[in-house]
C-alpha cells in the first residue's frame, strides 16, 4: 500500500476527498499508536479521526461512548460504508449478544462500539479480558470531556475509564470531544492517565453558522418569521420550561408546522416515539427543553431557536451547535429578554447553585444576548480563540441587520431617568410602557403617566425598547434584581451616566433595521457557496429517494445519505456510476449498494 492509506480510506469508504481541519493530525496520532486528546468542534468530523484509523491500523478499535442512540447510528452508517464494526451494550438481546461475542472471536470487525459500564462496570473484568485476546489496537473516548467534573456533562461511570491503561495495556487511548477548556483538557489527561499525549484543539468557530440575537416581541410572530426562512428543513426550538414547550408544539402544528415536543415530563416511550420520529424525518421540528440534545445525529438541522437565553455561553454553543453538523449552513437564533436572566438568578439561588461561578456564567450570557458586535468574534473569544477576521458573514450584525442608533447616550438616559423616576421597583416590561407612553391601568393607577419621563420614548416599538434594555444591562449600566419578580435597577456606571451624560463615551445601541420591502435577505456567505450550482429541485427530488430507501430499509435517512452529499450530488449531476463516486461523501460501497436508485432520479430529471 502507498504511504497515503489514510487518504484512500477516506475517499473509497466515505468518498471523501480532503481532510478537515486537523482530521489528518489527529488520524496520524492514532496510527502511530500516539496517546492523544483531541479538541474539535460539532461537526468537525471528530468520527472518522478514529474510524479511518481503524481501517489502517492491524486489530480491534474499541470505541467508548455514553450514548446508546448513537452508537446504533454510528454502526449503521459505519455498516452502510461497508466497514464492518459492531457494538455491545445494555440494548442488546441475549442472542444478538453472542452474535457479536462470536464475531468477536472471529476477528470479523474493525470497530466495535461499548458503553463505558460494559467495560469497567460489573462483569467488566472478564468482557476486558475477552477483548484484550480480539487484539486491541487502541481505545476512543468519545465526549471525553464527560470524565471532569469541570466539563458540562460531568459521568461518574467515565471516571471508571481511569483503569483503561491497565486492561489495555499495548493500545494506546485517545480521548476526543467538542468542549474542553484547557483545565478539563488536563483533567481529561490525568484522569485517563495519558501518557505524553499528542494535545490537538481545532478552533471553536463554525463558520456555516448565521448568529442572531432579537429581543422578545410578539414571539409567535417572530417564530413564524424563522419557519419561513426554512421551508421544510429540520428544527428545534428550545424552550425553557415544559408548558412553554407543550403550548408551543400544540400552536405550530395547529398553525401548519407539525411539531413534537420533548421535555422530562413525558413519558420514556413518548419522548423516544417524539425523538425517533424527528430522526427518521416523519416530523421536522421539535419544542424540547434542553433535556434533547445529546445524542440527536440528525445532521441536517438547519436552525436552532432559543426562546429564552441558557445559563451560560457553554450551554449556549452546546445547544445551539447541534444546528448544521454536515457543514452546511445553519441558523442560530437566541430570541432573549431580560426577565430569562432573572429566572435563572431566582432558579440557581433556589437550587442553592447560586455560587460565584454560576453567576459569572450567566452575566456572559448576558453579555452575548445583549451584544451588538460580531457574535462569531465574541463567541471565538469566550473560548478562547484569537479572531483575525473583521467581517464574519454570518452574523445579524455583520450582515447588516442592525443598525446602530443616533444619539445612543440621549436613548439611554431616558431609559436609565425612567428607571430612577419610578423608584428602582419595576421591571422591564413597565419601564417599557412608561416610556412608550402607554396609559395602561397598570401605569396609570401608579401615578406613572405623570412623570417626566412617560412617552419620551413614543412611537418606538416595544421590541425596541426592550433591546435595548437589555443592551443596557448587558454593558453593565443597568441590572436586574428583586426575588418574586425582576426590577430594573442602575447600576454605579448606570448612576454616573445620568449624572454626567461624558461618562461612557464610546456608548454604542443598536436595533433592528426594518425588514427590506422586498421580503429579501442577505443570504450568509456559507449559504450561497453552499448552494452555488445547486439544482434545488434535484436536491429535493434526491431528498424523497433518500427517505423511501430510509423508509424500506428501517434507518434514519442520514445514515444513507448526509445532505451534503445530496447537495453535491444535485451539483455534479452524475449519470454514470463512475461519475458518481467523484461526489463528496460516496463511497464505492453505497455507490454500488445504492448507486442505482439516485442515479436514475438524476437521469430522470436531466433528460
Ligand atoms: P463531530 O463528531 O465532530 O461532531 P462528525 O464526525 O459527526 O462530527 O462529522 C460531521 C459531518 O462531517 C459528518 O457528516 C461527516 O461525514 C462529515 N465529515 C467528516 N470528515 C469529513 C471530510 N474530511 N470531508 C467531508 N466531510 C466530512
Ligand atoms: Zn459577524
Same mark, same amino acid.
Given at each position: 500500500?502507498?504511504?497515503?492509506?489514510?487518504?484512500?480510506?477516506?475517499?473509497?469508504?466515505?468518498?471523501?476527498?480532503?481532510?478537515?481541519?486537523?482530521?489528518?493530525?489527529?488520524?496520524?496520532?492514532?496510527?502511530?499508536?500516539? !496517546?492523544?486528546?483531541?479538541?474539535?468542534?460539532?461537526?468537525?468530523? *471528530?468520527?472518522?479521526?478514529?474510524?479511518?484509523?481503524?481501517?489502517?491500523?492491524?486489530?480491534?478499535?474499541?470505541?467508548?461512548?455514553?450514548?446508546?442512540?448513537?452508537?446504533?447510528?454510528?454502526? !449503521?452508517?459505519?455498516?452502510?460504508?461497508?466497514?464492518?464494526?459492531?457494538?455491545?451494550?445494555?440494548?442488546?438481546?441475549? #442472542?444478538?449478544?453472542?452474535?457479536?461475542?462470536?464475531?468477536?472471536?472471529?476477528?470479523?470487525?474493525?470497530?466495535?462500539?461499548?458503553?463505558?459500564?460494559?467495560?469497567?462496570?460489573?462483569?467488566?473484568?472478564?468482557?476486558?479480558?475477552?477483548?484484550?485476546?480480539?487484539?486491541?489496537?487502541?481505545?476512543?473516548?468519545?465526549?471525553?470531556?464527560?470524565?471532569?467534573?469541570?466539563?458540562?456533562?460531568?459521568?461518574?461511570?467515565?471516571?471508571?475509564?481511569?483503569?483503561?491503561?491497565?486492561?489495555?495495556?499495548?493500545?494506546?487511548?485517545?480521548?476526543?470531544?467538542?468542549?474542553? %477548556?484547557?483545565?478539563?483538557?488536563?483533567?481529561?489527561?490525568?484522569?485517563?492517565?495519558?501518557?505524553?499525549?499528542? #494535545?490537538?484543539?481545532?478552533?471553536?468557530?463554525?463558520?456555516?453558522?448565521?448568529?442572531?440575537?432579537?429581543?422578545?416581541?410578539?414571539?409567535?410572530?417572530?417564530?413564524?418569521?424563522?419557519?419561513?426562512?426554512?421551508?421544510?428543513?429540520?428544527?428545534?426550538?428550545?424552550?425553557?420550561?415544559?408548558?412553554?414547550?407543550?403550548?408551543?408544539?400544540?400552536?405550530?402544528?395547529?398553525?401548519?408546522?407539525?411539531?413534537?415536543?420533548?421535555?422530562?415530563?413525558?413519558?420514556?416511550?413518548?419522548?423516544?416515539?417524539?425523538?425517533?420520529?424527528?430522526?427518521?424525518?416523519?416530523?421536522?421540528?421539535?419544542?424540547?427543553?434542553?433535556?434533547?440534545?445529546?445524542?440527536?445525529?440528525?445532521?441536517?438541522?438547519?436552525?436552532?431557536?432559543?426562546?429564552?437565553?441558557?445559563?451560560?455561553?457553554?450551554?449556549?454553543?452546546?445547544?445551539?451547535?447541534?444546528? +448544521?453538523?454536515?457543514?452546511?449552513?445553519? #441558523?442560530?437564533?437566541?430570541?432573549?429578554?431580560?426577565?430569562?436572566?432573572?429566572?435563572?438568578?431566582?432558579?440557581?439561588?433556589?437550587?442553592?447553585?447560586?455560587?460565584?461561578?454560576?453567576?459569572?456564567?450567566?452575566?456572559?450570557?448576558?453579555?452575548?444576548?445583549?451584544?451588538?458586535?460580531?457574535?462569531?468574534?465574541?463567541?471565538?473569544?469566550?473560548?478562547?480563540?484569537?479572531?483575525? *477576521?473583521?467581517?464574519?458573514?454570518?452574523?445579524?450584525?455583520?450582515?447588516?441587520?442592525?443598525?446602530?442608533?443616533?444619539?445612543?447616550?440621549?436613548?439611554?438616559?431616558?431609559?436609565?431617568?425612567?428607571?430612577?423616576?419610578?423608584?428602582?421597583?419595576?421591571?422591564?416590561?413597565?419601564?417599557?410602557?412608561?416610556?412608550?407612553?402607554?396609559?395602561?391601568?397598570?401605569?396609570?393607577?401608579?401615578?406613572?403617566?405623570?412623570?417626566?419621563?412617560?412617552?419620551?420614548?413614543?412611537? %418606538?416599538?416595544?421590541?425596541?425598547?426592550? +433591546?435595548?434594555?437589555?443592551?443596557?444591562?448587558?454593558?453593565?449600566?443597568?441590572?436586574?434584581?428583586?426575588?418574586?419578580?425582576?426590577?430594573?435597577?442602575?447600576?454605579?456606571?448606570?448612576?454616573?451616566?445620568?449624572?454626567?451624560?461624558?461618562?461612557?463615551?464610546?456608548?454604542?445601541?443598536?436595533?433592528?433595521?426594518?425588514?427590506?420591502?422586498?421580503?429579501?435577505?442577505?443570504?450568509? %456567505?456559507?449559504?450561497? #457557496?453552499?448552494?452555488?450550482?445547486?439544482?434545488?429541485?434535484?436536491?429535493?427530488?434526491?431528498?424523497?429517494?433518500?427517505?423511501?430507501?430510509?423508509?424500506?430499509?428501517?434507518?434514519?435517512?442520514?445514515?444513507?445519505?448526509?445532505?451534503?452529499?445530496?447537495?453535491?450530488?444535485?451539483?455534479?449531476?452524475? %449519470?454514470?456510476?463512475?461519475?458518481?463516486?467523484?461526489?463528496?461523501?460516496?463511497?464505492?460501497?453505497?455507490?454500488?449498494?445504492?448507486?442505482?436508485?439516485?442515479?436514475?432520479?438524476?437521469?430522470?430529471?436531466?433528460?
Amino acid at each position: 500500500m502507498p504511504a497515503d492509506r489514510l487518504s484512500q480510506v477516506l475517499h473509497q469508504y466515505w468518498g471523501y476527498s480532503s481532510f478537515r481541519p486537523l482530521q489528518r493530525e489527529a488520524m496520524d496520532a492514532v496510527v502511530a499508536g500516539r !496517546d492523544s486528546v483531541v479538541v474539535l468542534p460539532t461537526g468537525g468530523g *471528530k468520527s472518522l479521526c478514529f474510524q479511518a484509523p481503524a481501517l489502517v491500523r492491524d486489530g480491534l478499535a474499541v470505541v467508548v461512548s455514553p450514548l446508546i442512540s448513537l452508537m446504533k447510528d454510528q454502526v !449503521d452508517t459505519l455498516l452502510g460504508n461497508g466497514v464492518p464494526a459492531a457494538l455491545f451494550n445494555s440494548s442488546l438481546s441475549g #442472542e444478538a449478544k453472542s452474535r457479536v461475542m462470536s464475531g468477536l472471536r472471529r476477528r470479523e470487525f474493525r470497530l466495535l462500539y461499548v458503553s463505558p459500564e460494559r467495560l469497567v462496570g460489573e462483569g467488566g473484568q472478564s468482557f476486558c479480558t475477552m477483548l484484550a485476546g480480539c487484539g486491541v489496537s487502541f481505545v476512543a473516548i468519545d465526549e471525553a470531556h464527560c470524565i471532569s467534573q469541570w466539563g458540562h456533562d460531568f459521568r461518574p461511570e467515565y471516571r471508571q475509564l481511569a483503569s483503561l491503561k491497565q486492561l489495555f495495556p499495548g493500545a494506546s487511548l485517545h480521548a476526543f470531544t467538542a468542549t474542553a %477548556t484547557a483545565r478539563v483538557r488536563r483533567d481529561i489527561t490525568t484522569q485517563l492517565a495519558l501518557e505524553d499525549p499528542v #494535545e490537538l484543539v481545532g478552533g471553536f468557530d463554525r463558520p456555516n453558522l448565521v448568529y442572531r440575537v432579537l429581543p422578545r416581541d410578539v414571539l409567535k410572530k417572530q417564530l413564524l418569521a424563522v419557519l419561513e426562512r426554512h421551508p421544510r428543513e429540520a428544527g428545534i426550538i428550545y424552550c425553557t420550561s415544559r408548558k412553554e414547550v407543550d403550548a408551543l408544539a400544540d400552536w405550530l402544528t395547529e398553525n401548519g408546522h407539525p411539531a413534537l415536543p420533548y421535555h422530562a415530563g413525558l413519558s420514556d416511550e413518548e419522548r423516544h416515539r417524539n425523538q425517533d420520529a424527528f430522526l427518521d424525518e416523519r416530523v421536522e421540528l421539535v419544542v424540547a427543553t434542553v433535556a434533547f440534545g445529546m445524542g440527536i445525529d440528525r445532521s441536517d438541522v438547519r436552525f436552532v431557536v432559543h426562546v429564552g437565553a441558557p445559563r451560560s455561553v457553554e450551554h449556549y454553543q452546546q445547544e445551539s451547535g447541534r444546528a +448544521g453538523r454536515d457543514g452546511l449552513e445553519a #441558523e442560530c437564533l437566541l430570541i432573549s429578554s431580560a426577565a430569562d436572566f432573572m429566572r435563572w438568578r431566582v432558579m440557581l439561588e433556589r437550587n442553592g447553585e447560586f455560587t460565584d461561578a454560576s453567576k459569572t456564567l450567566l452575566q456572559q450570557m448576558e453579555r452575548y444576548a445583549g451584544g451588538t458586535s460580531c457574535r462569531h468574534r465574541h463567541l471565538s473569544e469566550y473560548f478562547g480563540d484569537r479572531w483575525g *477576521k473583521t467581517d464574519c458573514g454570518a452574523c445579524d450584525v455583520c450582515l447588516g441587520e442592525l443598525e446602530s442608533v443616533p444619539e445612543p447616550v440621549t436613548v439611554a438616559r431616558k431609559i436609565l431617568s425612567c428607571v430612577a423616576r419610578v423608584g428602582q421597583r419595576f421591571g422591564a416590561a413597565h419601564i417599557t410602557a412608561v416610556l412608550r407612553g402607554q396609559s395602561s391601568e397598570a401605569v396609570v393607577t401608579r401615578g406613572h403617566a405623570e412623570l417626566s419621563t412617560f412617552g419620551l420614548l413614543s412611537g %418606538t416599538s416595544i421590541a425596541e425598547v426592550r +433591546g435595548y434594555i437589555e443592551q443596557l444591562s448587558a454593558l453593565g449600566l443597568l441590572r436586574q434584581t428583586g426575588d418574586a419578580y425582576p426590577v430594573l435597577a442602575l447600576t454605579p456606571l448606570g448612576s454616573a451616566l445620568l449624572k454626567d451624560p461624558a461618562a461612557c463615551p464610546d456608548l454604542v445601541l443598536a436595533r433592528q433595521k426594518p425588514p427590506r420591502r422586498d421580503g429579501t435577505r442577505t443570504r450568509s %456567505t456559507a449559504e450561497a #457557496e453552499s448552494w452555488q450550482d445547486v439544482d434545488r429541485t434535484l436536491f429535493d427530488r434526491l431528498r424523497e429517494v433518500r427517505l423511501r430507501i430510509a423508509r424500506t430499509r428501517g434507518v434514519p435517512p442520514y445514515v444513507i445519505f448526509h445532505d451534503a452529499a445530496l447537495r453535491d450530488m444535485a451539483r455534479v449531476k452524475p %449519470t454514470t456510476a463512475a461519475a458518481l463516486l467523484d461526489v463528496r461523501g460516496v463511497g464505492a460501497r453505497k455507490a454500488e449498494d445504492l448507486g442505482e436508485e439516485f442515479l436514475d432520479a438524476i437521469r430522470a430529471h436531466t433528460f
